[in-house]
């Protein structure tokens, strides 16, 4: 089959792999129908997260159709389905607390090792994300293998096209995760870092969860747009002092909540974004903090922090005094899709989410590579990429 592979750092390409087959009994093949590119791609393809290896197939947001189940699957040949990016067992300690991102069963043994010396514990697995996640192949490619077919994917009722749909697989929880961390209350008023994929759905979230007032920023103009027409107040970060603008657009007082939905290879020219570059160019682990600094220096006394952008290393100059003396609470994590894809489901069902705004290109999965660079150099125009296999 063909699906896009990673090659090196900046260097993805389409080729031809082999075919996945059922392993396990709770296994399912599916034939992906639609395939997008994340933020969190990016940072595989920059090389800053560590453990990919040449020919690694990509891609953790993906849907289609069953074309094959083991014995102990419980989707049915046909079916439509979205899969979650968090691959997840169902019955593990943290899986019964819905924990799904902290499954203790869906890294095989072998790979577990990595993640244990870096983080303390094992990860979980993971689509298309290196070797520390499981290095299972993605969905970017015309067939996957889904392991737990039977806890993960949701089934999609007709009538639902996948673009209105295949953000399930991750950004759009991703969105929802991050402001349910905000604990936003009616009238709070929220500041999202970032106005990619996952900062647009964390707007769209914060306003249905009743925040009064969301402020985004970014320096894209047309991503600024975006967020402006889902309600959102802007701030350019090139033409202000971000953390002046939110204290004066706050009456002196500060957000109440901020989102970072940056990550670890934050934009801009700043001393500590210029210093932490070299750093990543040296070697994998460093990271990039500078949004998340910027956030934690702007947020009330006694507010909140949520940090859905990606953190792979050890962030340097994290201001844990700002944290401590103000009484910050901090929460973060790779997003427990499972828990949320049927509420979700049913908000796009109703109406009463729409994400289809945010795609800006279809592209045919042989024009992938293309996507990557795109998605990456000209983030303005390129919000959203799916591939069609
Ligand atoms: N927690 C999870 O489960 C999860 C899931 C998906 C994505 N993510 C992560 O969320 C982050 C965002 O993903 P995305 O798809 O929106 O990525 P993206 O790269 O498309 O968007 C990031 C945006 O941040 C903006 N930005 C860069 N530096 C900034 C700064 N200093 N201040 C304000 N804005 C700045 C960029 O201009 C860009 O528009 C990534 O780190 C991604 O890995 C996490
Ligand atoms: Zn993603
Ligand atoms: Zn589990």
């Given at each position: 089959?063909?699906?896009?592979?990673?090659?090196?750092?900046?260097?993805?390409?389409?080729?031809?792999?082999?075919?996945?087959?059922?392993?396990?009994?709770?296994?399912?093949?599916?034939?992906v129908?639609?395939?997008?590119?994340?933020?969190?791609?990016?940072?595989?393809?920059?090389?800053?997260?560590?453990?990919?290896?040449?020919?690694?197939?990509?891609?953790?947001?993906?849907?289609?159709?069953?074309?094959?189940?083991?014995?102990?699957?419980?989707?049915?040949?046909?079916?439509?389905?979205?899969?979650?990016?968090t691959?997840?067992?169902?019955?593990?300690?943290?899986?019964?607390?819905?924990?799904?991102?902290?499954?203790?069963?869906?890294?095989?043994?072998?790979?577990?090792?990595?993640?244990?010396?870096?983080?303390?514990?094992?990860?979980?697995?993971?689509?298309?994300?290196?070797?520390?996640?499981?290095?299972?192949?993605g969905?970017?490619?015309?067939?996957?293998?889904?392991?737990?077919?039977?806890?993960?994917?949701?089934?999609?009722?007709?009538?639902?096209?996948?673009?209105?749909?295949?953000?399930?697989?991750?950004?759009?929880?991703?969105?929802?995760?991050?402001?349910?961390?905000?604990?936003?209350?009616?009238?709070?008023?929220?500041?999202?870092?970032g106005?990619?994929?996952?900062?647009?759905?964390?707007?769209?979230?914060?306003?249905?969860?009743?925040?009064?007032?969301?402020?985004?920023?970014?320096?894209?103009?047309?991503r600024?747009?975006?967020?402006?027409?889902?309600?959102?107040?802007?701030?350019?970060?090139?033409?202000?002092?971000?953390?002046?603008?939110?204290?004066?657009?706050?009456?002196?007082?500060?957000?109440?909540?901020v989102?970072?939905?940056?990550?670890?290879?934050?934009?801009?020219?700043?001393?500590?974004?210029?210093?932490?570059?070299?750093?990543?160019?040296?070697?994998?682990?460093?990271?990039?903090?500078?949004?998340?600094?910027?956030?934690?220096?702007?947020?009330?006394?006694?507010?909140?922090?949520?940090?859905p952008?990606?953190?792979?290393?050890y962030?340097?100059?994290?201001?844990?005094?700002?944290m401590?003396?103000?009484?910050?609470?901090?929460?973060?994590?790779?997003?427990?899709?499972?828990?949320?894809?049927?509420?979700?489901?049913?908000?796009?069902?109703?109406?009463?989410?729409?994400?289809?705004?945010?795609?800006?290109?279809?592209?045919?999965?042989?024009?992938?590579?293309?996507?990557?660079?795109?998605?990456?150099?000209?983030?303005?125009?390129?919000?959203?990429?799916?591939?069609?296999?």
């Amino acid at each position: 089959m063909r699906a896009l592979t990673w090659q090196g750092t900046n260097n993805v390409r389409v080729d031809t792999v082999a075919d996945p087959e059922i392993l396990n009994s709770r296994d399912a093949i599916l034939r992906v129908t639609s395939t997008a590119i994340c933020g969190s791609d990016l940072h595989l393809y920059d090389g800053v997260i560590p453990t990919l290896m040449p020919g690694d197939v990509l891609g953790h947001e993906f849907m289609g159709v069953v074309e094959e189940v083991g014995p102990k699957s419980t989707l049915k040949k046909g079916q439509r389905v979205v899969v979650p990016f968090t691959i997840a067992c169902g019955s593990c300690y943290f899986c019964l607390k819905q924990q799904y991102a902290a499954c203790d069963n869906s890294n095989p043994v072998k790979n577990q090792e990595i993640s244990e010396k870096l983080y303390g514990h094992a990860m979980s697995g993971l689509f298309g994300y290196s070797h520390m996640t499981g290095g299972y192949p993605g969905g970017q490619a015309e067939y996957v293998r889904v392991p737990f077919s039977d806890v993960g994917p949701i089934v999609i009722p007709d009538g639902l096209e996948d673009d209105k749909v295949l953000f399930l697989s991750d950004i759009l929880p991703t969105g929802w995760m991050a402001a349910e961390n905000a604990a936003i209350e009616p009238g709070d008023i929220v500041a999202v870092f970032g106005c990619g994929p996952v900062g647009l759905f964390c707007i769209e979230s914060a306003i249905v969860m009743g925040a009064e007032t969301v402020i985004a920023i970014d320096h894209h103009q047309h991503r600024l747009e975006l967020a402006r027409n889902l309600g959102a107040k802007v701030i350019d970060f090139t033409e202000t002092v971000v953390g002046d603008a939110l204290m004066e657009m706050t009456g002196g007082i500060g957000p109440d909540a901020v989102i970072d939905a940056v990550g670890m290879e934050a934009h801009g020219f700043a001393p500590d974004i210029v210093l932490e570059i070299v750093k990543q160019k040296i070697g994998p682990g460093a990271d990039r903090g500078h949004a998340l600094r910027e956030a934690i220096s702007a947020v009330r006394k006694g507010g909140r922090v949520s940090i859905p952008g990606v953190y792979g290393g050890y962030l340097d100059k994290f201001p844990l005094g700002a944290m401590m003396e103000k009484g910050l609470e901090i929460r973060t994590g790779q997003t427990h899709v499972q828990r949320y894809s049927q509420m979700l489901l049913d908000k796009i069902g109703k109406g009463e989410l729409d994400t289809t705004f945010l795609i800006s290109h279809h592209l045919p999965l042989e024009q992938a590579a293309d996507g990557y660079k795109n998605f990456h150099d000209n983030q303005n125009e390129w919000t959203k990429v799916v591939l069609k296999p």
